[in-house]
């Protein structure tokens, strides 16, 4: 999905070329290697459910490159925070370049996201945008308050709401309203990224200790070590085994073979990746569930079939990473 002309709209609209270095330097640097262009993708994908001679591509197209720009920056400040040293197979913008310049650069991109949505967005668009950016800083810092001192699930399931199911929703909804669908399905759209948003934040949260940094192209085991805990703690159900193992985690600070050997069977012994795939799947399913209901209401319309395709293939791909990643976690004791 990122082709010659989305490059060209986010080297336009994040002004690369206008920037003195070392701000162009990194910018360029940090563009020559995009990722998955997941959150953009959603947002193209829902503006053209339904063929509509008043949506404007252009319009469309700078929306999704300023989901990407806002993605962006809040991964150079995650790094930052979590000091993670690799991200999209690359060293972060923090390691590479230093604190101060993560910030600063990180900052720019903001207020660019910020910029792309004012004047690109439909009316209720910058509501939408500025309650995702409060809820995105209310999550980080919730989280952050917590390192060490878990709550319980319910909070867990919030925070991941607000901190990633909130921006799949958005885009979402964003895309239905310069898709200028009708409100039941722009709203249908929104419900269908929030559902998707959470599992895929439950399993980045399961990859963070099953992955391969060389695979994923990011730093791993950054939660536990960081004190921060994940959806396969909360199902222990046991605050001071949680504890117990969050401490171990600082201590060890690497996912080490001792350390899985030692982890991974009280986790199976727990049915924890049994417990998960249950909440992960039950996601995935709402989500297929809502692309149906966005047929019926459709049906007829030309090209949405084509699209919802499109949209139901990312959830089974989901799925798939899905029921691997749990099956690893399962077989690493």
Partial sequence: MYTEETRKIFYGQTRVLECASPLKEILVDLLSHPGKFLRGRFLLLCASLRQNQACARQRVYSLAAGAEVLHLATLIHDDLLDRGELRRGYPTVWKRWGDKP????????????????????????????????????????EEDALRFAPDGLASYLLRIEKKTARFFQTVCLLGGEAGFLPREVTELCGSFGREFGMAYQILDDIMDLVGD?????????????????????????????????????????????????????????????????????????????????????????????????????????????????????????
Avoid at 246 to 257: D, G, H, N, S
Avoid at 268 to 292: D, E, F, M, T
């Fill in 102 to 141: 993560a910030v600063l650069v990180g900052d720019y991109l903001f207020a660019t996201a910020y910029r792309i949505f004012h004047e690109n967005t439909m009316p209720r668009g910058m509501a939408l945008v500025n309650n995702l950016l409060k809820e995105m800083v209310e999550a980080q810092m």
């Fill in 213 to 333: 940094p060389g695979f994923s192209g990011k730093t791993c085991f950054r939660d536990w070590r960081n004190g921060i805990a994940t959806l396969p703690l909360f199902l222990l159900n046991d605050r001071e085994m949680m504890m117990k193992i969050l401490r171990k985690a600082a201590e060890t600070e690497e996912l080490t073979p001792e350390f899985k050997l030692e982890l991974f069977p009280v986790l199976s012994g727990h049915n924890i990746p049994g417990k998960v795939w249950l909440i992960y799947h039950g996601y995935l399913q709402n989500a297929k569930k809502i692309l149906r209901e966005i047929e019926q209401v459709l049906k007829g319309e030309p090209g949405v079939l084509r699209n919802l395709a499109a949209l139901d293939c990312l959830v089974k791909k989901l799925l798939n990473q899905g029921r691997r990643a749990i099956n690893a976690l399962k077989m690493e004791g």
